[in-house]
């Protein structure tokens, strides 16, 4: 069965540090998402992605986050200047169109210290 | 702005049914979802409604009314492997974004 696949599964960083979370999407889907959970809490938005460019974003994806399709399947999500509130489980997910089940990806757990 | 409202904490008896009411507030909509999370996991997709009525999937099933913007995900038979968080998650204001409330943590006992 086709999955989402993300690396790293954890990563630890020093805050103030360049972080680059990496995910495969299912090939034929169309539309990328980038979801963040911290520990304990509900899944939160943060950005979609289509035809190469982002469609929509929420408040939290700020100027410190960028995504990009770099390749016909890679798609990355990019923080520049990690803070100690960017420490989460970022999941990636895919859909084949609109109105489409969510696929999730196993997610990257990102530690900032 | 989207909104929604889900009770934080469940349990009930392994073999019993369990309902789990979700409310939400949006401008515009889509679609609910159901997304069932084990600790440590992934969300995976339950069930989902755009219509009113009642969905069935096995052992779960989800019911819809927009007119009154509430919904709820049912668990029949329950086992243990159940327990996990479920949360509802709705397409309001666009139908390529979907927001999820605070989830409820189901605990199924023996």
């Known amino acids: 069965e086709p999955e989402v696949t993300q690396t790293p599964s954890h990563q630890v960083t020093q805050m103030g540090q360049e972080v680059i979370l990496r995910c495969v999407p299912i090939?034929?889907?169309?539309?990328f998402y980038w979801y963040r959970q911290i520990l304990g809490q509900k899944v939160e938005f943060l950005v979609s992605f289509y035809n190469n460019e982002i469609s929509e974003k929420s408040e939290i994806f700020d100027d410190q986050f960028s995504v990009e399709r770099p390749d016909g399947s890679n798609f990355t999500l990019k923080i520049r200047s990690t803070k100690l509130e960017d420490s989460a489980m970022y999941f990636c997910?895919?859909?084949?169109?609109?109105?489409?089940?969510?696929?999730f990806g196993e997610g990257s757990r990102l530690t900032v210290l | 702005g989207q909104s929604l409202e889900q009770p934080s904490e469940v349990t009930a008896v392994e073999g019993a049914i369990v309902q789990i009411n979700c409310t939400y507030q949006t401008s515009g909509f889509y679609g609910l979802s159901w997304y069932q999370q084990h600790d440590g996991g992934a969300p995976t997709f339950l069930s989902y409604n755009a219509l009113d009525g009642l969905e069935e999937t096995g052992r779960f099933s989800s019911f819809l009314s927009r007119s009154d913007s509430y919904g709820y995900l049912l668990l029949q038979e329950l086992q243990m492997k159940d327990s996990a968080s479920y949360f509802c998650a709705v397409r309001g204001d666009s139908n390529y974004k979907l927001i999820f409330g605070s989830g409820t943590r189901l605990l199924v006992r023996p």
């Open positions: 997910a895919s859909i084949t169109g609109a109105g489409g089940e969510l696929f």
């Open positions: 090939s034929n889907h169309l539309y």
